[in-house]
Nanobody, 113 residues
Framework: QVQLVESGGGLVQAGGSLRLSCAAS????????MGWYRQALGKQRELVSI???????NYAESVKGRFTISRDNAKNTVYLQMNSLKPEDTGVYYC???????WGQGTQVTVSS
């Protein structure tokens, strides 16, 4: 079966960095559009970034210039490098496979001011 396992979340001060990982099994990330979403407490889940099978990337306006999505085909893993973190980046970050709507369990990111 398909599994998406996120890791790399944690507590960081504003201005700091984190790198999230999404290790996939049951799918090949290079053949699928993959995304990162986040959900803050009391808010709707929102799209953060997408990487297509062709390698094109898109970002929410709020994270452009600070976050970078990438993938390692050999490790079948998608990453989200998050720099210059802000308190408003706090939330649970989810990995998502777009075509078949698979979701990971999420990883908590907390940015303190």
């Amino acid at each position: 079966q398909v599994q998406l396992v996120e890791s790399g979340g944690g507590l960081v001060q504003a201005g700091g960095s984190l790198r999230l990982s999404c290790a996939a099994s049951g799918i090949i990330v290079s053949r699928n559009a993959m995304g990162w979403y986040r959900q803050a407490l009391g808010k709707q889940r929102e799209l953060v970034s997408i990487i297509t099978s062709g390698g094109s990337t898109n970002y929410a306006e709020s994270v452009k210039g600070r976050f970078t999505i990438s993938r390692d085909n050999a490790k079948n893993t998608v990453y989200l490098q998050m720099n210059s973190l802000k308190p408003e980046d706090t939330g649970v970050y989810y990995c998502h496979e777009l075509a078949y709507d698979y979701w990971g369990q999420g990883t908590q990111v907390t940015v303190s001011s």
